[in-house]
């Protein structure tokens, strides 16, 4: 089995995964049909991230032309139906969501909002515009964070059951389940990934890498949850798209499949290796790093332990990571380090008023 599609409509491609997913779309998949981006360009959603697949696909190619934005919010559902209808989408990537442990924290309503009620949103609009047709296809990225913590062992596997226990897990847990549910239901033709940390080029900088190196760079304090043993597996994000797209065209309909990186680091462990490489690229020593470290009462609901087993992916469809850690992280390295005036950019507006909000005491 091997789907084909013509009209592939990604939801959140302005974001960290989804503008690294439309370039793969085009630069590296074969992919031959069209892509529609469909994002709201909330504060973490950047154009600028895409910027060269516009020149070279979208208004400027003419005729040929193959990529196009639509500004919408997935909850709005004349804005979904209208996109469906105008453009013929016969394949959903759904990677919008809201997606910060912490901002879910203090504002879990917009999460429950996008995550729940968007995504519903979509299905019901894919369900009627589809109706009962087998050669289409709703693909749902999630997060491992569905599952829970782990203990010092064992692993989440595909039917590891839901424990979420932050707002974001919850809805992203909420969010699976609906799609599991028109599956079952109404016979929706979908698919599922449970995916472990995305690291790589264009990620907003509230999170753990870009923030870490951004505030070396800037002098700031590199504030460590806890005892910063919390463990965590990281995927290169490219990887984790080539297993999305795996999963669009071979996985079975109905199924999950585990995207990780098989690579878990403790987070005070991930911050000495990235204060090396942030060392060796600007030729500081690591101790004027070292010393920003600060360690800040630990996250409510943090959990302890993620793992991924993902040997259904690798043993149905044949996946595997093409990025070591070592190699990924000196390319994320260099990347936050060339790209200030994106990172710059992006740091302005709503983001910048919530960090001051919510972390000028750190």
């Known amino acids: 089995m091997s789907r084909t599609f013509k009209n592939l409509l990604v939801t959140g491609g302005a974001g960290f995964i989804g503008s690294n997913m439309i370039r793969y779309l085009f630069e590296r998949s074969g992919f031959e049909g069209r892509v529609i981006n469909l994002d709201a360009l909330t504060y973490a959603g950047n154009l600028e991230s895409l910027a060269e ?29 209208r996109v469906f209808a105008e453009y013929a989408i016969d394949a959903v990537c759904h990677l919008a969501a809201e997606s910060h442990v912490d901002r879910s924290i203090h504002g879990p309503e917009a999460f429950i909002r996008t995550n729940v009620m968007g995504t519903f949103t979509l299905l019901d609009v894919a369900r009627n515009a589809w109706r009962g047709r087998d050669d ?26 839901y424990d979420p226990r932050s707002p974001y897990s ?34 907003f900088p509230e999170k753990l890498i870009p923030l870490m190196v951004l505030n070396m760079l800037e002098g700031k304090s590199l504030p460590v949850y806890g005892d910063g043993k919390n463990i965590r597996d990281w995927v290169y994000v490219e990887d984790h798209n080539a297993a999305v797209w795996s999963v669009m065209r ?13 690579n878990e680091w403790e987070n005070i462990k991930l911050l000495s290796v990235l204060i090396e490489k942030v060392a060796e690229a600007t030729g500081k020593p690591a101790s004027d790093y070292e010393k920003l470290i600060h360690y800040v009462a630990d996250r409510p609901g943090h959990d302890r332990r ?21 190699s990924g992280l000196e390319k994320t390295v260099a990347w936050n380090l060339e790209h200030k005036d994106w990172i710059d950019h992006i740091r302005s507006g709503d983001y910048k008023q919530w960090v001051e909000k919510n972390y000028a005491k750190r």
């Open 53 to 81: 697949i516009e020149d070279r696909f979208g208004a400027g190619a003419g005729s040929g032309r193959r990529y196009f934005f639509e500004k919408a919010d997935i909850c709005d559902r004349a804005a979904v139906e």
């Open 136 to 161: 289409v296809l709703f693909h749902h990225v999630s997060t491992d964070e569905v599952f829970g913590s782990l203990g010092d062992t064992g692993y989440f596997t595909e039917t590891t059951p």
């Open 170 to 203: 919850a809805s992203k847990a909420s969010s699976d389940h609906l799609v599991m549910a028109y599956h079952h239901t109404y016979g929706l033709p979908v698919t599922l990934s449970n995916c472990s940390n995305n690291y790589g080029p264009y990620q």
């Open 250 to 262: 071979n996985g079975r309909s109905g199924q999950t499949y585990n995207i990780g990186g098989e």
């Open 306 to 326: 993620y793992a991924i087993d993902c040997s259904k992916i690798k043993t149905e469809l044949g996946w595997k990571q093409d990025h070591d850690f070592a």
